[in-house]
């Protein structure tokens, strides 16, 4: 199963998820990620983090849309509404999800308030990320009604929640 991680910029969020999800996923699923606008280039602190966390960097990139190397079975985006954004919407046979958390790459103040900011969009993809991987997979591939349902119910989940 591919899953595409997608907001506009493809610099923070998506790429935090992105890692994080190949990090811990199963044998046979995948993500991957990209922005609708991409701002061409990884936030560097979306790096360090990664590495702070014992997460592989090596490969990611900004990237568009345009070019998937494959077809995903799920789309999850992570842009947050009620920041203001607009999320794009991905066209094609797929299940989606809005799995909304606010963007740290507009935080503002001191290094320790920006650093809390990606701390906490990370920690909250990754609860989520978890919650997903935690469930009966191998089954929920073949329901796609439930598997619907469970990335709902998913993306309502704060940082912790299970």
Same mark, same amino acid.
């Given at each position: ?14 790429? +935090? ?114 919650? +997903? +991987? ?29």
């Amino acid at each position: 199963m591919n899953v595409l991680f997608l907001c506009t910029g493809n610099s923070c969020r998506s790429i +935090l998820a992105e890692a994080t999800f190949n990090h811990l996923a199963p044998a046979g699923w995948h993500a991957m990620s990209t922005g609708s606008h991409p701002t061409g280039l990884v936030h560097p602190r979306s790096l360090a983090l990664l590495a702070r966390e014992g997460i592989a960097t090596t490969g990611y990139h900004s990237k568009s849309w345009d070019n998937l190397p494959v077809t995903p079975d799920i789309v999850i985006t992570v842009c947050a509404n009620a920041a203001g954004e607009t999320c794009p919407a991905y066209l094609g046979p797929v299940l989606r999800a809005h799995w909304g958390v606010d963007d740290p790459a507009h935080a503002s103040g001191g290094d320790t308030e920006i650093d809390a900011a990606f701390t906490l969009a990370y920690r909250v993809l990754r609860a989520r990320i978890e919650a +997903l +991987l935690a469930l009966p997979l191998d089954t929920l591939r073949h329901d796609r009604a439930r598997l619907q349902a469970e990335l709902d119910r998913i993306g309502t989940l704060e940082n912790g929640e299970s």
